[in-house]
């Protein structure tokens, strides 16, 4: 008696799979607009004194020696889709020297002191589960 093969069963699963795979979607969301490539940083008055695009950044942030400001942080998407920032990406904002402390408030705001009077870079590293996606160096001047 001869035994049957197992070929022909094994093709059509993986024919099966491959079909069932190729239908697989997601609806409403462009995987691409939630990939951040730039971010824009605004002041408590809502004017934009940063902005960054890929590598280019343009602008810069100037806080009172002794004061303490406020910053929003918007990331900015491929085609410019706007990202929240707090679910999938993580704030983790520094500063070059110690002419200044940094925080986060929020999962979007950026708090500066100013301690010593100088200029520095401000590091805002846009975290995605530990790995750094976005890391723009913007000029931090405390007069």
């Known amino acids: 008696m001869k035994r049957a093969s197992n070929k022909g069963w094994i093709a059509g699963l993986l024919l099966g799979v491959a079909v069932g795979l190729t239908g697989c979607t997601d609806a409403g969301t462009d995987v691409d607009d939630q990939i ?6 605004r002041d408590s008055g809502g004017n934009t004194v940063a902005t960054v695009s890929g590598a280019q950044v343009s602008g810069s942030i100037t806080v009172p020696n002794g004061q ?23 704030l983790q904002p520094r500063v070059v020297s110690l002419l200044a402390n940094v925080s986060v408030s929020g999962s979007d705001r ?13 590091i805002l590293d846009v975290m995605d589960g530990g790995t750094a996606v976005l890391t723009p160096l913007i000029s931090l001047t405390i007069s």
Not at 68 to 87: C, K, M, P, Y
């Open 36 to 41: 951040p490539t730039g971010l824009v940083v």
């Open 110 to 122: 950026v708090v500066v002191t100013g301690r010593t009077a100088g200029t520095t870079t401000l």
């Open 68 to 90: 303490q400001r406020t910053f929003d942080v918007q990331l900015i998407g491929i085609g410019g889709a706007e990202i929240d920032l707090g679910g999938r990406y993580v």
